[in-house]
């Protein structure tokens, strides 16, 4: 019988107990039967010929035996194992407790980032079907003007490439009037966008082709799940209504949408799933797209080239060294920013399991070497070296299986409480949702995967121990000093010396996220944030045709704030920290020299309420109206750039800031001040910034903001009170949002995030190494103790004896720092992106780092020797 059959044949018998038994006896009877009546042919009487074949066959016990011996393996001695394993891990509850309390924490830590990590960057993260053959179309790179004449790009002739061609315009309805009215973001979409994303319908139907008929009635349209519920109240009779609507932008423009469906919750589409639609309507002009879906067999660089070869056919004009079309995948596109982040925490975590794992081996190996008494009895008493690895390992099996369930159960829970926090945290929400972050089959497959290993591991300890030496030498070693040779001193130094080298990897990276956001928060943004409260505020075109209106309207404001005592409203068309387009700006005299600057309409008060400093001139006000001259200000870069040696006061520029076809050219500007620089971002190094007055330029005014100062109030009240004056001046006025200035400074919080998650990780890591090295240094004082307390009694004193161990210590600290340096390297690297104003080979920060876990070995070692040698000598040789 071979290896394998004879371990099937186990098997069966041991789980199918009775059926193994009746098939034996059946076996046994007929060959018995078989070989009598071979007997009887042979010539001898039935019962001898019986008698024969039973001892020919060894008798009924033989095979009983037999069948026994084929169940030993499993049942009875596996049950066997696992009560001597749980009477023996009962009677260490510290170490029970410490091993599965540990692994428990690590599997959760890893078992969350993985988690995290794969609900951002998994194949199919983006809510949409077949996501990974989603492809972003770029006809320039981010700057250049693209090719003319792209939106007739005809693509039915690229259909060997592209399956469908997700096509979109963006439109903003208003629903309602007075105090009822709401906003609407809308999509007009093609079919291609239908069918391309796969949008569905929960209620009624989605989009159809002849919904895109031109003389349809009215616009067929799918609302989303939160409008239907928070505008509807969940009634299907929405089914068929119609809805007019107000088109903004087109003063007088109303449009009929005729609700055919709902669409899944959930559904979103743009930069980021904080893009929420709430109506999709047929696209009936020509549009450019900027979205794929490629045949399956299609690469990436084949659909480059030939939609290249596509628009060189097509575009009526195409700018001088043009690159060509670049196409990117949606989720790449969309996860491109955070994967360093998310990198980082995966790195992080993984790196806080393998030091658990190393923590884990030390506890292991040395309640292995306490046990070599144990041990031996059980050697000397007939067992093998099989069967105590089998012991072991049960052992080891049931400390993971209850730390693997302990730390499933954890992760769970803390993923479901803490999913908003996350997304929130890393900027952007998870493609399908806060849902998408939890424990799923893959993560509990990564994570029983990486228990199985983590045991298997373990389960290698026991080859450590000195299995060769005699039996009274192991009870003699035993009874002194274990089993304690150089394999095992070995053994626990390289473990201790890798705890430390991961630990100083965390603590390293955590020092490079403090130094980081302490340098952010030092820097100077040109503005002052604190208090600052940001409303956004939609005006209806027909309300505010022109400038004049405008005016009024924030007049009007600015007195009702006044009168309920709130703080002056200043206006802006671009928020700190926003992305501010920019836009050619000509000086006057000086054809072709003109120069790439961010325009910016404020109003009067701006500077002031976000405390940007005045240089030289005035800042704008209210006297700078559309019937006066345009004037202008621009930031102290600008200026030094412009006029290097002279003075911006009293010169002309021109931004292009009206950028509408058609429209007459912007007017030349006067500067009348310059004013400092301001940050958009903190490594934003452009701060070409000019800013006019929001009142000449009504364009830049209408879907602007104002910024309150909450000066004597919270910053909460103040919104309440903007809110409240909006609604008192003009109750058709949408208010968009409310927050604080700080609450959008995304990449502060990204960088306190990072540094309070690498923190915690630093220190559970710093604890596991101090635990790590006072298990060891406490074990070799035991085990030293007589020694110890002869070196006392023939004079050597205690600060002696704990510098012995301190020495001894020494090389295996150093190790571990030396190794660790090279760790703190790599994780540096990991951590480049995340980076300001430290390189991430930072001298310093690396050379505290190593002080920090050199103190804490230092401490680590000391405690657990001065309690040795704390020990009269004499009450320690008087000892049996």
Not at 455 to 467: D, E, F, G, R, S
Not at 549 to 572: I, T, W
Request: hydrophobic content about 50%.
């Amino acid at each position: 019988m071979s290896r394998v059959q004879g371990i099937a044949a186990r098997l069966r018998a041991a789980l199918f107990r009775r059926a193994a038994d009746r098939r034996a006896r059946e076996e046994f009877a007929f060959h018995l039967e078989m070989e009598t009546a071979a007997n009887v042919r042979r010539g001898l009487p039935p019962d001898e010929a019986r008698r024969r074949a039973l001892a020919a066959f060894g008798g009924v016990e033989r095979h009983r035996d037999d069948l026994r011996d084929l169940r030993a393996a499993l049942p009875d001695d596996l049950g066997r194992d696992v009560r001597i394993a749980w009477r023996s891990l009962r009677a260490t509850p510290a170490f029970m407790l410490a091993t599965v309390a540990s692994l428990a924490f690590g599997l959760a830590l890893a078992a969350s980032a993985a988690a995290v990590v794969h609900a951002y960057l998994g194949r199919t993260a983006l809510p949409y079907a077949h996501a990974d053959r989603l492809y972003h179309v770029m006809y320039a790179p981010p700057g250049p003007v693209e090719p003319h004449g792209m939106s007739t790009l005809d693509w039915s002739t690229l259909r060997d490439v592209v399956r469908d061609a997700v096509t979109s315009q963006g439109v903003s309805y208003t629903l309602g009037e007075g105090a009822d009215a709401q906003a609407l973001a809308a999509l007009r979409v093609s079919f291609g966008f239908v069918r391309g994303l796969g949008v569905r319908a929960t209620i009624g139907r989605p989009l159809v082709a002849d919904d895109y008929a031109s003389d349809a009635d009215g616009r067929a349209a799918l609302i989303s799940d939160a409008l239907w519920r928070g505008r509807f109240g969940a009634d299907s009779r929405v089914l068929g209504r119609r809805l007019r609507v107000e088109v903004e932008g087109h003063p007088g423009t109303f449009e009929t949408l005729h609700v055919v469906g709902v669409m899944a919750p959930g559904f979103w589409y743009g930069r980021t799933s904080d893009t929420q639609v709430d109506v999709l309507t047929p696209l009936r002009t020509h549009a450019t797209t900027y979205v794929v879906r490629l045949r399956d067999d299609v690469t990436a660089e084949r659909a480059a080239r030939r939609l290249t070869e596509a628009v060189r056919a097509a575009a009526t004009w195409i700018p001088p060294d043009w690159p060509g079309v670049t196409v990117e995948g949606m989720q790449e596109r969309y996860v491109r920013e955070m994967r360093p982040r998310l990198v980082a925490i995966a790195v992080a975590a993984g790196l806080v399991l393998a030091i658990t794992c190393v923590n884990v081996a030390v506890l292991t190996l040395l309640r292995t070497m306490r046990r070599g008494r144990d041990v031996a009895v059980r050697v000397m008493l007939g067992a093998g070296r099989a069967s105590l690895l089998r012991l072991h390992l049960v052992e080891i099996g049931m400390l993971c299986g209850a730390a693997l369930a302990g730390g499933v159960a954890l992760t769970a829970a803390a993923l479901r409480a803490l999913a908003p926090r996350i997304e929130a945290e890393l900027g952007k929400p998870a493609p399908a949702g806060p849902s998408a972050i939890g424990v799923d089959w893959t993560v509990l497959a990564l994570v029983g995967g990486v228990s199985v290993l983590i045991a298997l591991l373990l389960a290698c300890v026991p080859a450590l121990l000195p299995w060769q030496r005699r039996l009274a030498e192991s009870l003699r070693r035993a009874g002194r000093a274990g089993s304690d040779g150089p394999v095992m001193r070995r053994a626990r130094s390289t473990l201790v010396a890798l705890e430390i080298a991961g630990s100083l990897a965390l603590v390293a990276g955590c020092g490079l996220m403090i130094r980081s956001a302490v340098a952010m928060i030092g820097t100077d943004l040109g503005y002052d944030t604190a208090g600052i409260v940001r409303v956004r505020v939609r005006l209806r075109q027909e309300t505010y045709p022109d400038a004049a209106a405008f005016q009024r309207f924030y007049a009007r404001l600015a007195e009702r704030m006044a009168a309920a005592g709130g703080p002056r409203p200043a206006y802006a068309s671009w928020p700190p920290y926003a992305d501010v387009p920019t836009q050619t700006v000509d000086v006057d005299g000086r054809a072709g020299e003109g120069v790439a600057g961010g325009v910016v309409a404020v109003g009067d008060g701006y500077f002031a309420t976000l405390g940007i400093a005045l240089r030289k001139g005035r800042a704008l006000t209210d006297a700078d109206r559309v019937e006066s001259e345009p004037v202008a200000v621009v930031s102290e870069t600008l200026a030094r750039r412009l006029w290097p040696n002279g003075d911006a006061l009293g010169r002309r520029i021109r931004p292009h800031e009206t950028m509408q076809p058609g429209a007459a050219p912007a007017p030349w500007r006067t500067v009348v001040g310059v004013v400092a620089d301001v940050r958009q971002t903190y490594v934003d190094a452009d701060a070409n910034d000019v800013y006019i007055p929001y009142y000449q330029n009504p364009q830049l005014g209408r879907y602007g903001s104002f910024y309150l100062r909450a000066r004597g109030t919270s910053p909460g009240a103040a919104a309440r009170m903007a809110r409240a004056a909006v609604a008192e001046v003009d109750p058709r006025a949408i208010v968009r949002d409310v927050l604080t200035v700080d609450d959008e400074d995304r990449e502060l919080a990204s960088a306190r995030f990072m540094t309070s998650l690498l923190t915690g990780f630093a220190a559970f890591a710093a604890l596991l190494a101090t635990l790590g090295i006072y298990g060891v240094v406490a074990y070799a004082a035991q085990q030293r103790q007589r020694e110890l307390a002869i070196r006392m009694a023939v004079g050597a004193t205690r600060p002696a004896v704990v510098g012995l161990f301190v020495r001894d210590s020494g090389a295996v600290v150093g190790a571990g720092l030396a190794l660790g340096v090279l760790a703190a390297l790599a994780v540096a690297r990991v951590l480049a992106h995340q980076l300001y104003g430290v390189g991430p080979f930072d001298a310093a920060t690396l050379a505290a780092s190593c002080a920090v876990m050199a103190v804490v070995a230092l401490v680590a070692v000391w405690w657990p020797a001065s309690r040795a040698t704390a020990r009269s000598p004499v009450t320690v040789l008087s000892e049996p």
